[in-house]
């Protein structure tokens, strides 16, 4: 079974800081991983994706990601936060195959962008 | 706008109602997926279809909900005899056989009184 957890539901950051969250996953197979973020009363969208080529994936709005297969996990980062990166954050993991490429998510991080 | 659409948006319903939500995937994508996402929480699988099977549900989904997709199109999502706890927002997402991304449409928000 597949399983992910992100560590602090709530990050605060500085604008124009760096913006680390942190995900670790737990999967029977080589893992599909994915970053989603949602704002407020929106549906999901893609910020990057990893499926099992480059270990460090760029996405979308600076956005990037370091897939560490020793630690399963796959942080996200940006160098440096801009108002817009307000939102909640979701790591999420599928297994593929059979398993029709479900996604189980993680509880979020909500990421609030101090002035 | 070519994306995932859901149909309404928000839904306000008296326990004990039924109600019925509505997903159109991207026109070319074969699978569909329903997840269900509590306040506070990432979503949660519910089922998905490739085409028109439905080909796994989640324990999550009790006898009161059942899900369809005719002809392999749009779906429907269908709750029975609505109760408090079925209050959430229920995220529809299509994607293509042999890609593992999905796109999510912007969700249907169920409050139940």
């Known amino acids: 079974a597949q399983s992910v957890t992100q560590l602090g539901s709530h990050v605060s950051v500085s604008e124009g800081a760096l913006v680390l969250l942190r995900c670790n996953y737990s999967s029977s197979v080589p893992p599909y991983l994915f970053w989603y973020v949602q704002y407020p009363n929106q549906g999901l969208q893609l910020l990057l994706k990893y499926t099992s080529a480059a270990t460090l994936v760029k996405g979308i709005n600076g956005f990037e990601a370091e897939f560490k297969k020793s630690e399963t996990s796959f942080h996200l980062t940006k160098p440096s936060a801009h108002m817009s990166d307000a939102a909640e954050y979701f790591c999420a993991v599928s297994e593929g195959g059979a398993a029709g490429n479900k996604l189980t998510f993680g509880g979020g991080t909500r990421v609030l962008v101090k002035p | 706008d070519t994306g995932v659409s859901q149909d309404p948006r928000h839904k306000i319903t008296k326990r004990g109602q039924n109600v019925t939500f509505r997903c159109d995937p991207i026109?070319?994508?074969?699978?569909l997926y329903w997840y269900r996402q509590t306040l506070g929480q990432g979503p949660e699988f519910l089922t998905y279809f490739q085409n028109e099977a439905q080909l796994e549900k989640s324990r999550l989904l009790s006898d009161r909900f059942s899900a369809e997709r005719p002809k392999g199109s749009f779906s429907t999502l269908e709750i029975q005899r609505t109760e408090q706890g079925d209050s959430a927002m229920y995220l529809c997402a299509s994607s293509s056989a042999g890609y593992n991304e999905q796109f999510f449409g912007p969700g249907t928000r169920l409050t139940v009184l």
């Open positions: 026109s070319e994508h074969n699978r």
